[in-house]
C-alpha cells in the first residue's frame, strides 16, 4: 500500500543517488479537484502492482503556512464567482515561458519542505501536477535532487507551466498533449497512455441493467451522465435542462462535494442528481453516454468504460482547450452550441459516431504499455552532470506575505486543475515525440 505523508519535520538530507536494490518511487501530486490525486491514485497502483514502494504527497502540503489551502480556495472562488476572470488570466498565461515573479516566489517556498519530504532511499520522483513539477525541476538542476524526475500530463492539453526546465521525462498520455508539450522544450516526451482505476471497463452481461437498478435510474431510457469534477463548477443546471429538454436521453447528474447544487437540481425537477459518488465505475456501465465540462479524469475513465463522450458547456481554460484537443483526437466531440445538443447526443447514443468513439476510448487504454516502463527504463542511470548544489533557502517573511497576498488574486491559475496550452498552436507535424524513451537518451 502507498504511504501517505503529512509534511516531514526536520530537514533529512536530499534525496540522493538510489541504494542498490532500492525500489522506492515518491509521487506528487494536489488536493485542486480530484483529477491530480486521480492520476496518481492510478500511477500508485501500477507501480505498487509492479513491486514499487511509493510515498505520497500532496504538494499543497508541502507550501508553508497553509498558503496552498489558501490558493486552493482563491482558485475555486475565482472558477465559481468570476470564470471569464479565470479565462483572462488563463490567456495571460499559456505562453509564458517561465512562471511570473510571484509564483516564483511561492515555488520557492516548497523547495526545503520538498527535499525534506523525499526519503534518502528514493529511486525517483513523479509529479501529477505543475506547480510540484516546477519545484522538482529547479532541485534538478540545482543538482539538491541526484534522482530521476518524472512529470505525467495528466490531461489532453498542456499548458507552459507544465513544462518545468530540469524534469528528465514528461509522460503525455496521447500525442495530442506530447505534440503540445514538445513545441515548448519539454524534454524526452513519451506516450505512455492514460492511467485509471482498473474498475472501469466496457459493460458486459447484466452489468448494466444491474447498475441502473443500484442507482435507481430506469431500465429502458437512455441515459446521459452529466459531470463537473468533484467541486461541481460550471452551468450545470442550465446543461442539464439543456439536456432534459432535447428529449434524446435522460440527464444524471453527478455533482461531487457540491451538494448544494444537487439539491438545486433536484428542485428544477432533474430527478437523478446525486452528491459524491463512491461507485463511478458502476455508475459509467449505467449511463450511455458522457457529458463533461472540464475534459480530466472522467473523460480518461469514461473512455476505459466503453462511453462515448461529449463536451458541452466548458468551464473557462483548461476546459475549453481540452474540449478542443478531445475533438481533435476523434476522442470526444464538442459541442458549441444549444441547437447542436440534440443532433450530437443522437449521433453518440445510436449512429456510428458513437461507435467510433466508444472504439477509440477503449483502444487509447490498450495500445500504450502506461508509464511505469518509462519510469523504469531510468531508474538506475547515473545522474546527470549538474552544478554545484546552492544551501536551498526558504523565502523570507516579507516575500511570502507578498506571495500569499498577490496570489489569491492573480494566480490562482497556478493550482488550477489542469493547467493547459491551446492545442491549435501546436504544429501540425512533428518527429521527436515517441511512444517510448528516445533512444539516444538511454
Given at each position: 500500500m502507498?504511504e501517505r505523508?503529512e509534511?516531514?519535520?526536520?530537514s533529512?538530507?536530499a534525496?540522493?543517488?538510489?541504494?542498490?536494490g532500492?525500489r522506492?518511487i515518491?509521487?506528487?501530486s494536489a488536493?485542486?479537484g480530484?483529477?491530480?490525486d486521480g492520476?496518481?491514485?492510478g500511477?500508485t497502483?501500477?507501480?505498487a502492482?509492479q513491486?514499487?514502494r511509493?510515498d505520497?504527497?500532496?504538494?499543497?502540503?508541502?507550501l508553508?503556512?497553509r498558503?496552498?489551502?489558501?490558493l486552493?480556495g482563491a482558485y475555486l472562488?475565482?472558477?465559481t464567482?468570476?470564470?471569464e476572470?479565470y479565462?483572462r488570466?488563463?490567456q495571460a498565461t499559456e505562453?509564458?515561458?517561465r512562471p511570473?515573479?510571484v509564483?516564483?516566489a511561492?515555488l520557492?517556498?516548497?523547495?526545503?519542505r520538498?527535499?525534506?519530504?523525499i526519503p534518502?532511499?528514493?529511486t525517483a520522483?513523479?509529479?501529477?501536477?505543475?506547480?510540484?513539477?516546477?519545484?522538482l525541476?529547479?532541485?534538478?538542476r540545482r543538482?539538491?535532487l541526484e534522482?530521476?524526475?518524472?512529470t505525467?500530463?495528466t490531461?489532453?492539453s498542456?499548458?507552459?507551466l507544465w513544462?518545468?526546465?530540469?524534469?528528465?521525462?514528461?509522460l503525455a498520455?496521447?500525442p495530442i498533449p506530447?505534440a503540445?508539450?514538445h513545441v515548448q522544450?519539454?524534454a524526452?516526451?513519451?506516450v505512455?497512455?492514460?492511467?485509471?482505476?482498473?474498475r472501469?471497463?466496457?459493460?458486459?452481461?447484466?452489468q448494466?441493467s444491474a447498475?441502473?437498478a443500484?442507482?435507481?435510474?430506469p431500465?429502458?431510457t437512455?441515459l446521459?451522465?452529466?459531470v463537473a469534477?468533484?467541486?461541481?463548477v460550471?452551468?450545470?443546471?442550465q446543461?442539464?435542462?439543456?439536456?432534459?429538454a432535447t428529449?434524446v436521453?435522460?440527464?444524471?447528474?453527478?455533482?461531487?462535494?457540491n451538494?448544494a447544487?444537487?439539491?438545486?437540481?433536484?428542485q428544477d425537477?432533474?430527478?437523478?442528481a446525486?452528491?459524491?459518488?463512491?461507485?463511478?465505475?458502476g455508475l459509467?456501465?449505467?449511463?450511455?453516454?458522457?457529458?463533461?465540462?472540464?475534459?480530466?479524469?472522467?473523460?480518461l475513465?469514461?473512455f476505459a468504460s466503453?462511453?462515448p463522450?461529449a463536451?458541452?458547456?466548458?468551464?473557462p481554460?483548461h476546459?475549453?482547450?481540452n474540449?478542443?484537443?478531445?475533438e481533435?483526437?476523434?476522442l470526444?466531440?464538442?459541442?458549441?452550441t444549444t441547437?447542436?445538443?440534440?443532433?450530437?447526443l443522437?449521433?453518440l447514443?445510436?449512429?456510428?459516431?458513437?461507435?467510433?468513439?466508444?472504439?477509440a476510448?477503449?483502444?487509447?487504454?490498450?495500445?500504450?504499455?502506461g508509464?511505469v516502463p518509462a519510469i523504469?527504463a531510468r531508474i538506475?542511470?547515473?545522474?546527470?552532470p549538474?552544478?554545484p548544489?546552492?544551501a536551498v533557502?526558504?523565502?523570507?517573511?516579507r516575500?511570502l506575505?507578498?506571495?500569499a497576498?498577490?496570489a489569491a488574486?492573480?494566480?490562482?491559475?497556478g493550482?488550477?486543475a489542469?493547467?493547459t496550452?491551446a492545442?491549435?498552436?501546436?504544429p501540425?507535424?512533428f518527429?521527436?515525440v515517441?511512444?517510448?524513451?528516445?533512444?539516444?537518451?538511454?
Open positions: 502507498p505523508h509534511l516531514l519535520p526536520g533529512p538530507p534525496a540522493g543517488p538510489q541504494e542498490t532500492s522506492r515518491a509521487v506528487i488536493s485542486v480530484a483529477g491530480h492520476a496518481a491514485d500511477l497502483a501500477r507501480l502492482a513491486g514499487y511509493v505520497r504527497y500532496d504538494f499543497l502540503d508541502l508553508p503556512a498558503l496552498g489551502k489558501l486552493r472562488r475565482l472558477l464567482r468570476a470564470p476572470g479565462q488570466l488563463y505562453h509564458a515561458s511570473g515573479a509564483w516564483r511561492l520557492r517556498s516548497a523547495e526545503h520538498t527535499l525534506a519530504a534518502q532511499d528514493t520522483v513523479v509529479s501529477t501536477y505543475p506547480g510540484a513539477s516546477q519545484v525541476g529547479t532541485l534538478r543538482g539538491a534522482v530521476p524526475a518524472f505525467f500530463l490531461d489532453f498542456v499548458h507552459a513544462v518545468a526546465p530540469g524534469i528528465d521525462a514528461h498520455v496521447h506530447a503540445q508539450a522544450g519539454a524526452a516526451v513519451t505512455v497512455g492514460p492511467v485509471t482505476d482498473a472501469f471497463t466496457p459493460v458486459v452481461g447484466g448494466r447498475a441502473r443500484r442507482f435507481g435510474l431500465e429502458h437512455p446521459a451522465l452529466l469534477g468533484s467541486w461541481g460550471g452551468a450545470v443546471r446543461a442539464a435542462a439543456e439536456i432534459r428529449k436521453a435522460t440527464p444524471v447528474v453527478v455533482c461531487g462535494r451538494q447544487l444537487a439539491e438545486q437540481l433536484r425537477g432533474i430527478a437523478h446525486f452528491g459524491w459518488v463512491d461507485d463511478m465505475p459509467m456501465h449505467a449511463c450511455d453516454v458522457l457529458v463533461q465540462n472540464a475534459g480530466g479524469l472522467t473523460s475513465e469514461a466503453g462511453l463522450v463536451s458541452y458547456r466548458c468551464i481554460g476546459g475549453r482547450t474540449a478542443r484537443a478531445l481533435e483526437a476523434g470526444a466531440a464538442w459541442i458549441r441547437e447542436g445538443l440534440r443532433p450530437v443522437t449521433e447514443l445510436h449512429g456510428p459516431r458513437g461507435t467510433a468513439q466508444r472504439e476510448g477503449i483502444a487509447l487504454h490498450r495500445a500504450a504499455s508509464p523504469a538506475g542511470r547515473r545522474p546527470r549538474t552544478a548544489s546552492p533557502r526558504q523565502p523570507g517573511r516575500r506575505a507578498l506571495a497576498t498577490t488574486a492573480t494566480l490562482s491559475l493550482v488550477a489542469p493547467l496550452y492545442y491549435a498552436k501546436a501540425t507535424h518527429t521527436t515517441a511512444h517510448y524513451l528516445d533512444r539516444d537518451d538511454r
